[in-house]
């Protein structure tokens, strides 16, 4: 058998970095938060040793791994591929190659979201590295799989897909009590088919996700910092996402583009004035007027 390699891949995220395989190296994607998850699979538990290892993801021919926060992957990237490389192909067995991850129960849970045409539906699987928001069948096309069959429904309006959970959003033409049992299942078995959740290179590249960091004034950087940190996991807790666009310096003016449950939800405006604008002027002090919405 051929031995397995790896390259190092950056992603747009900073703390998380893709170790690229020339071999598939298991079916679906998968996830582990702590050594404790990790019982089934030995490799994600060795790396778990290292001190600067937060998470571990684990898909058909790539591994990323997210570290603690403003760690210098430059230092020790190497070695880290280097432990993989070795790891793998020191017993390429059958047997062997479960050390990866065996097999667990997909599971999917719906949760209602404060916009009442959106409902979240969470996985205890990773779907993607990078958040994205389709709004037709034309942009999901090439793109997404799964939010190019879920436009296959008449009464879908909007998908977005983020790390474990994908966002659907409806139209008015039925209650989510007629249909949310039937989506819950074409989403479940869509994943555990093996398909393409969503192409990687091409995952919110047209969501202004993607921004050359170095090249950004500090309040720029200091304003991402704060929506990764304190903004995100609010938001993706109910079945949103927002991301930085854009700073204007002279009217000190803050755009994001919404996504997911908080793109047209009712609160989204009161969300971004009294929660997220005010917590910027706090800690950006002097510098931050005004947050808008440039699409909602």
């Known amino acids: 058998m051929n031995t397995i390699s790896f390259t190092i891949e950056k992603t747009d995220i900073p703390?998380?970095?893709?170790?690229?395989?020339?071999?598939?190296?298991?079916?679906?994607?998968?996830?582990?938060?702590s050594v404790d998850e990790a019982s089934a699979s030995p490799l994600t538990q060795q790396l778990f040793e290292f001190p600067f290892v937060r998470k571990v993801m684990i898909s058909a021919n790539f591994i990323a791994i997210e570290s603690?926060?403003?760690?210098?992957?430059?230092?020790?990237?190497?070695?880290?591929?280097?432990?993989?490389?070795?790891?793998?192909?020191?017993?390429?067995?059958?047997?062997?190659?479960q050390v990866m991850y065996k097999n667990n129960v997909l599971e999917i849970y719906m949760e209602s979201t404060p916009n009442p045409n959106t409902m979240k539906f969470a996985t205890n699987r990773l779907l993607a590295i990078n958040g994205a928001t389709f709004e037709s069948v034309n942009e999901a096309k090439n793109t997404s799989l799964l939010a190019e069959a879920l436009f296959g429904f008449e009464f879908v309006n909007e998908v977005f897909i983020s790390e474990n959970y994908v966002s659907v959003t409806k139209n008015d033409t039925v209650n989510w009590e007629e249909i949310q049992s039937e989506l819950r299942t074409f989403i479940k078995k869509f994943i555990e088919s093996?398909?393409?959740i969503i192409k990687e290179n091409l995952s919110n590249q047209s969501s202004a996700e993607i921004h050359n960091y170095e090249n950004l004034d500090d309040t720029s950087k200091q304003v991402i910092a704060i929506l990764e940190k304190y903004v995100k996991p609010a938001v993706?807790?109910?079945?949103?996402?927002?991301?930085?666009?854009?700073?204007?310096?002279?009217?000190?003016?803050?755009?994001?583009?919404?996504?997911?449950?908080?793109?047209?939800?009712?609160?989204?405006?009161?969300?971004?004035?009294?929660?997220?604008?005010n917590m910027l002027k706090q800690m950006i002090p002097n510098k931050i007027e005004s947050v808008k919405a440039i699409n909602g």
């Open 68 to 97: 603690i926060d403003n760690f210098d992957w430059s230092s020790v990237q190497e070695d880290v591929k280097d432990f993989i490389v070795n790891f793998i192909n020191e017993d390429l067995k059958e047997s062997q190659q």
């Open 236 to 277: 993706a807790s109910d079945g949103g996402n927002i991301v930085f666009h854009s700073y204007d310096t002279d009217s000190k003016q803050v755009s994001v583009i919404l996504q997911g449950a908080c793109n047209g939800c009712p609160s989204s405006t009161v969300t971004l004035k009294n929660g997220i604008e």
């Open 15 to 33: 703390t998380i970095i893709k170790f690229e395989s020339n071999a598939v190296l298991t079916r679906g994607t998968h996830e582990f938060n």
């Open 194 to 196: 093996g398909q393409e």
